[in-house]
């Protein structure tokens, strides 16, 4: 961590698979809002050239680009937006990378070609089976599984929906909330991880409610707070 000019610290933030449109759409907005943010790839020469297409959009040198166990690494804050299919592998590959660290899974279980349609993993929850994969030593928080893709490409763009937020830490959730509102959205308390199994399954009905309503960006609100 370095220190900002009024004393407080700037993490830093590894996005893996933040080639992607998920990925893409968190780190620009992280980076805009004083996070040094690495995008993580399997491959190192498409972080780099996705980090490059990103900083020329933003307009300044913002982001820079690594493979995934690199970009592990070198983050306090690591952020999984990898297919689910691409879960595992990933998590094997950073395993060793992570340990003592932040982990934010934004992981759903979708089972193409039936995305409107809940899947219950095994383990009962995407989030819950990385923190069992990567151990008691890692903080695992589930969140930013139910905001669309097309409501984060814009920067600039309000995103009209709260991030739920799920974890055992609650030191490891505050943090995620700071990234909920660096991210320009309201970060909601969710409960513990367990709770993960209810965030994950609703994207695949918020993806059933954009089909049905010929929309892309539907997304939560919790109202009463």
């Not at 691409?86 to 934004?106: M, N, P, R, Y």
């Not at 920067?155 to 990234?179: M, N, R, T």
């Not at 199994?197 to 960006?217: Q, R, S």
Request: proline residues 4%; charged residues 20%; hydrophobic residues 45%.
């Amino acid at each position: 961590m370095t220190s900002q000019s009024d004393g407080s610290m700037i993490m830093k933030i590894a996005v893996l698979g933040g080639t992607g449109k998920e990925g893409s759409g968190l780190a620009m907005r992280w980076a805009l809002n004083g996070y040094h943010v690495i995008v993580g790839s399997r491959s190192d020469e498409k972080a780099k050239n996705r980090a490059a297409e990103m900083n020329a959009e933003l307009g300044g040198d913002y982001l820079t680009g690594l493979q995934n166990a690199e970009a592990a690494a070198a983050a306090e804050i690591v952020v999984l937006t990898v297919p689910y299919s691409a879960q595992k592998a990933t998590l094997e590959s950073i395993k060793a990378h992570v340990q003592g660290k932040i982990f934010v899974d934004v992981t759903v279980p979708l089972q193409p070609p039936n995305i409107r349609e809940v899947h219950v993993p095994e383990s009962h929850a995407a989030s819950l089976f990385t923190q069992e994969f990567l151990g008691d030593g890692v903080r695992v928080v589930a969140a930013f599984q139910n905001i669309s893709a097309e409501e984060l490409r814009n920067p600039d763009h309000h995103v009209d929906s709260d991030v739920l937020i799920a974890g055992d830490d609650d030191e490891a959730k505050q943090h995620v909330i700071k990234l909920a509102e660096a991210a320009g959205m309201r970060g909601v308390d969710a409960g513990p991880l367990v709770n993960a199994v209810a965030l994950e399954a609703l994207t695949p009905v918020l993806l059933y409610i954009n089909k049905a309503h010929g929309i892309k960006g539907s997304g939560i609100r919790i109202t009463g707070i």
